[in-house]
């Protein structure tokens, strides 16, 4: 039998969607959440990561990349 569930599979796309900065709102249409905040909600411990690659972008643009 296959280990996994459906349901872990479609969080696992949906984690490594938001970790790769994927804009939420398409993460929000994929899984067919009716709000974007059930989405975020729901996903929001990998936010960190993408704060942190937006952070570097954004220093990249202020200043150059280093």
Do not use: C
């Not at 969080?11 to 067919?32: D, F, Q, R």
Request: aromatic fraction near 10%; charged fraction near 15%.
């Amino acid at each position: 039998m296959f280990p996994y569930s459906f349901h872990d599979l479609r969080h696992t796309v949906a984690s490594l969607m938001l970790a790769e900065n994927i804009n939420p709102k398409i993460v929000k249409e994929v899984l067919g959440h009716s709000d974007m905040t059930v989405t975020l909600d729901i996903y929001s411990h990998v936010l960190p990561v993408v704060h942190q690659q937006t952070a570097s972008q954004y220093e990249d643009m202020l200043f150059g990349s280093q």
